[in-house]
């Protein structure tokens, strides 16, 4: 925003309105070949971040290859599909909605659900999520989409 010059608003605070701008003439200017070669230079230091990351990254690596415990919890961890999506509190949120399907049970299946989902501490939906998901990890459940 500008500002009125011949204005002596904020004189009584002290304020100096004789300001010093660096005239362009002072500043000096750059020619292709020198922000070319300032470019070249921070990508060099980039590569040489990158290159000592995976060197790190590589580090770490060798030792859990080296470590056979190490590799088994690795392993174990691989071979368990994704962690479960955890369902919150999507009401009223655009763009966090769930699908969802309109189910009905038998009175008999209905009235466990609601029993074992209570005693459990958990929605009905998220102790039918846990069935289906313990069923899907299982192997007779493990079917490739």
Do not use: C, W
Not at 65 to 94: F, M, Y
């Amino acid at each position: 925003m500008a500002r009125n010059m011949s204005s002596k608003f904020g004189a009584a605070d002290g304020f100096s309105f004789e300001d010093n701008y660096e005239s362009a003439e002072s500043v000096p200017e750059l020619n292709k070949e020198q922000v070319k070669k300032m470019i070249d230079e921070m990508d060099k230091e980039k590569e040489a971040e990158i290159r000592q990351k995976k060197l790190e990254t590589d580090n770490k690596v060798s030792s859990i290859l080296a470590d056979p415990a190490l590799l088994k919890q690795v392993q174990e961890a691989a071979s368990r599909s994704q962690k479960p999506l955890e369902i919150g509190d999507t009401r009223g949120r655009k763009g966090l909605k769930l699908p969802h399907a309109h189910l009905r049970f038998s009175e008999m299946n209905y009235d466990y659900l609601k029993y074992e989902s209570r005693r459990r501490g958990l929605t009905m939906t998220e102790f039918i999520n846990k069935i289906i998901e313990e069923y899907r990890n299982s192997p007779e459940g493990n079917i490739q989409f």
